[in-house]
C-alpha cells in the first residue's frame, strides 16, 4: 500500500515536475518558430531621417545671383544707364554745358533726317565696308595656309597679329607721316621710279582708301586670329581622310575647312558691318575729318563737342545704334546660326 502510494506520489510529483519544466521549453520553441517581422511589429524603430541636400537649402537659389551681383551692378552702370540717358538727352535741347534741358520732342530726329549732309557721311562707310571684305580675305587666306605645316608659321602669325595690338592713336600718327607730301611712302615709290607729286590724303577718294588700307592692315590679324583658332578646332581626323582620298588644298578648304569656320565666319562679316559704320579714331587722328573723310561718328563727336549740340548728337548716336542693330538682324535671318556637324 505505502509502495503503491510512493509509487503513484513519486510519478505525480515527476509528472507535475516534467511538465512544468517542459512548459518553458515550448515557449520557447514558439518563440523561436515565429516569423521575425512579427518580432519586429511588435518593437518598431523609428527610421533615421534622410541627410539634407544643398538643393533644399534656402540659398541655393540665391546663391547665383550673388555672383552676378557684381557684374550686373557694372554692366547696368555703365552701359544701360549711359544708354538710357543718351535717349532722353535725344528728345531735349541740352548744349553738354548748362543744367536746362528743354524738351523738344521729336526736332532732333526730324533735323537729322531733314538735312541731307548729316546723312552724307554715311557714304565714306562704303569704303570701309569694301576695305572690310579685302580684310577678311586676307585674313582667311593667311589662316589656311598657316593653318598647315609652314616653315616659320610662328613668326608670321605674330607679324600678323602685331598690328592689332598697337594702339590706335599710335596708328594715326604713323601712317600720318606715311602718306604724308615726301614721307616714307613716296620715299619707298622713289626707289622703283614712281612719280611722287601725288597727294595721297589731299583729295576725298585717295583719302578715304588710304584710310581705308591702314584699317585693313591694322584689324586683319583680329580676323586672323578667329579664322585660325576656328581652322584647328576642326578635328585631324578629317584632313587624314580628306589627303587619303585624294583631296587637294582648295577641295580640303572648300568641303573641310569652309563649313565648319562658317559661324566664326559670320561672326567677322557682323563685326565687319558693324565696325565700318563707326569708324572713328583713324580718320579722327589723320584727318580730322577733312577732305571728305568724315565718318557719321566724328560727326556726332563735333556736333557735341564742337557745337554744343548734345541733344542733336545723343539723336544720332541713337540712329547709328539702330541701324547697326538693324544691319545685323538682317544678317542673322539671311545667314542663320546652323549646328555644323562635320563626321
Known amino acids: 500500500m505505502s509502495d503503491t502510494t510512493d509509487t503513484t506520489g513519486t510519478a505525480a510529483a515527476d509528472g507535475t515536475a516534467g511538465t512544468t519544466d517542459a512548459a518553458p521549453a515550448l515557449g520557447v520553441r514558439k518563440a523561436a518558430a515565429a516569423p521575425s517581422g ?54 531735349t535741347d541740352w548744349d553738354g554745358v548748362s543744367p536746362d534741358r528743354n524738351f523738344v520732342g521729336t526736332g532732333n530726329y526730324t533735323e537729322l533726317f531733314t538735312r541731307p549732309e548729316l546723312f552724307r557721311v554715311f557714304f565714306v562707310s562704303f569704303y570701309y565696308l ?16 598657316l593653318s598647315f605645316n609652314v616653315r616659320f608659321r610662328n613668326l608670321f602669325k605674330g607679324i600678323l597679329f602685331f598690328p592689332y595690338l598697337v594702339n590706335g592713336v599710335a596708328i594715326g600718327f604713323v601712317f600720318l607721316y ?31 582708301t588710304s584710310l581705308a588700307g591702314v584699317s585693313v592692315w591694322r584689324f586683319m590679324g583680329l580676323n586672323f586670329v578667329l579664322f585660325l583658332g576656328a581652322i584647328q578646332s576642326i578635328p585631324g581626323e578629317l584632313y587624314e581622310a580628306a589627303q587619303l582620298d585624294g583631296a587637294s588644298r582648295w577641295q580640303q578648304f572648300r568641303y573641310v575647312i569652309a563649313p565648319g569656320i562658317r559661324p566664326v565666319l559670320s561672326l567677322s562679316v557682323i563685326l565687319a558691318v558693324s565696325g565700318s559704320l563707326s569708324v572713328f579714331e583713324i580718320p579722327y587722328i589723320m584727318t580730322g575729318g577733312a577732305t571728305g573723310t568724315e565718318t557719321f561718328v566724328i560727326q556726332t563727336v563735333k556736333l557735341a563737342f564742337q557745337f554744343n549740340k548734345t541733344g542733336l548728337a545723343s539723336a544720332a548716336a541713337v540712329v547709328l545704334l539702330l541701324i547697326i542693330l538693324l544691319v ?16
Request: aromatic residues 14%.
Open 178 to 208: 606715311f602718306f604724308q607730301d615726301g614721307g616714307t611712302l613716296d620715299s619707298l615709290l622713289s626707289w622703283f621710279g614712281a612719280g611722287t607729286d601725288r597727294a595721297w590724303l589731299g583729295t576725298p577718294e585717295s583719302a578715304n
Open 328 to 343: 545685323t538682324w538682317i544678317q542673322r535671318r539671311i545667314v542663320p546660326d546652323e549646328r555644323v556637324d562635320l563626321v
Open 130 to 145: 569694301a576695305a572690310s571684305v579685302v580684310q577678311i580675305v586676307l585674313a582667311l587666306y593667311f589662316a589656311t595656309v
Open 38 to 91: 512579427a518580432r519586429r511589429d511588435r518593437s518598431p524603430t523609428a527610421s533615421p531621417a534622410p541627410p539634407r541636400s544643398w538643393r533644399d537649402h534656402p540659398l541655393h537659389r540665391v546663391t547665383p545671383w550673388l555672383f552676378l551681383a557684381v557684374p550686373l551692378a557694372l554692366l547696368i552702370t555703365f552701359t544701360y544707364v549711359p544708354v538710357g540717358n543718351m535717349v532722353f538727352y535725344s528728345f
